[in-house]
């Protein structure tokens, strides 16, 4: 089962404008991550933020988390179209008993910075 | 350089033949992952595993295999009981399971023909 959902599917702005995707995840997490895609690539981790972290930056990226809301959000300032590409939230979500743990993915947000 | 390799980058199957994906980490992490991507949809994981010799299960695991003999390898067998095999795979690998970020390889491109 998928642990993240974000939103929006997609999203496409113009290139110099702010973009904002949300994540909102069900159970309780130690950690948030969010990674992007290129089409056809590997996925690159971009941001960590801990459950016990609220706000967290790198460079143009902003991450914020409510554990209250179970929910995230990636902001990326001053898009380029070089940010066109598809971001994905990770958290680690317990599968099954025994005490063993895995990192699931949402569906992503496929952004569209038009030049 | 270090980093995580997936070969072959395209792969082509004939129905009912079994087939196996590498994936290498010379990073020195302990965890290893498989995730299957379909076209405009998120990562499913397959199989993990936190250490050599020890693989779990994840959400959509039957019809494949996997094998951890060595901590820089974990091969993907995808198996003729596999129904829809066709999808983009992605390996990763991370230091810790869940508390680090993961590294990921460039995907293999798997399909039935």
């Known amino acids: 089962s998928q642990q993240g959902e974000e939103d929006p599917q997609a999203l496409s702005i113009q290139e110099g404008e702010n973009a904002t995707m949300n994540c909102s995840y069900k159970t309780s997490i130690n950690n948030l991550q969010w990674y992007r895609q290129n089409s056809g690539r590997g996925l690159v981790h971009l941001i960590l933020i801990r459950s016990n972290e609220r706000e967290k930056h790198s460079g143009r990226l902003r991450v914020t988390l409510d554990t209250s809301k179970k929910s995230s959000s990636l902001l990326i300032t001053a898009s380029r179209a070089a940010d066109t590409a598809s971001y994905f939230c990770?958290?680690?979500?317990?599968?099954?008993?025994?005490?063993?743990?895995?990192?699931?993915f949402g569906k992503g947000t496929h952004l569209i910075i038009q030049p | 350089d270090g980093g995580i390799t997936q070969s072959p980058k395209y792969l082509f199957r004939k129905e009912g033949q079994n087939v196996t994906l590498s994936c290498e980490q010379n990073?020195?992490?302990?965890?290893m992952y498989w995730y299957r991507q379909d076209p405009g949809q998120g990562l499913r994981l397959i199989y993990y595993s936190q250490i050599v010799n020890d693989f779990q299960k994840g959400d959509i695991a039957e019809g494949y295999s996997v094998s951890r003999e060595k901590k820089e390898s974990f091969p993907l067998t995808v198996t003729s009981a596999q129904k829809n095999p066709t999808a983009f795979y992605l390996c990763?690998?991370?230091?810790?399971?869940?508390?680090?970020?993961?590294?990921f390889g460039q995907g293999t491109r798997l399909t039935v023909v």
């Open positions: 990073l020195n992490h302990d965890a």
């Open positions: 990763a690998s991370s230091i810790v399971q869940g508390v680090t970020e993961a590294f």
């Open positions: 990770a958290t680690d979500a317990f599968i099954g008993g025994g005490g063993a743990d895995g990192l699931t």
